[in-house]
């Protein structure tokens, strides 16, 4: 157990539909990262916050949207699902805003595994 | 062309070989890291590199700024090791973004 709570692990849904998953950071992080995994694309940089901020952004679509709470969860909702939404959405923690320092481990979760059909 | 190159893209060796895994990117950047996905789907960070060389049990990481890039070693491979290992890099622009390689499957054959 990496200490990154990602729920839910598994999920299928149809298109045009709207999910939200969520992520509890590991104790004392206050830095929350998304990633997208996809067959086609691999790992993709979606959006950071730290500490309720939004602190950095990659290819995140627009339909995609996220937020981090005052309890320092978050929360990365996906709308108007399309196909090729499906993918492994990973969450990432970190004790600060930026992860250049050596001490300022990244620590994944295990993921939930969208499907679209 | 991909910002983040890695060679091979799988490798399969025998129990107790000498692995390296190669990483070259295009952009100025101010940390690498490398990452290992196991067949589950985890991800573990082995190591993030900014300069030299960091040793962490039977893995060696190496970057070399000037040239653009990095090598992955695995000394006495064990099956255990079987893994996708994948290269990220952090740009100099002083944001977040990490941008990934493709990943190197790497199959230790008992």
């Known amino acids: 157990d990496s200490g990154v709570t990602q729920t839910p692990k598994h999920l299928i849904t149809a298109t045009g539909q709207r999910v939200t998953l969520r992520c509890s950071p590991r104790?004392?992080?206050?830095?929350v990262y998304w990633y997208q995994q996809s067959l086609d694309q691999g790992l993709q940089f979606l959006i950071q916050y730290y500490n309720g901020e939004e602190r950095a952004k990659g290819n995140i679509l627009e339909r995609f949207s996220a937020q981090q709470f005052p309890d320092l969860h978050s929360e990365l909702n996906l709308s108007s699902l399309e196909l090729g939404d499906s993918a492994l959405y990973f969450c990432a923690s970190s004790a600060w805003g930026t992860t250049s320092s050596g001490a300022n481990v990244l620590t994944f979760g295990a993921g939930s595994r969208l499907t679209v059909l | 062309k991909n910002e983040v190159e890695q060679s091979p893209q799988n490798l399969t060796a025998q129990e107790g070989e000498f692995i390296t895994i190669n990483c070259s990117y295009s952009?100025?950047?101010?940390?690498l890291h490398w990452l290992q996905q196991h067949p589950g789907g985890g991800i573990v960070s082995l190591f993030m590199?900014?300069?030299g060389k960091k040793k962490h049990g039977r893995l060696i990481a190496t970057i070399n700024i000037q040239e653009k890039h990095s090598s992955l070693h695995i000394t006495a491979s064990h099956p255990r090791d079987s893994a996708v290992y994948i290269c990220a890099v952090r740009s100099n622009f002083g944001n977040e973004k990490l941008t990934f390689g493709t990943g190197t499957r790497l199959t230790i054959i008992p």
């Open positions: 952009v100025g950047i101010s940390a």
């Open positions: 590199l900014s300069s």
């Open positions: 104790s004392g992080d206050l830095s």
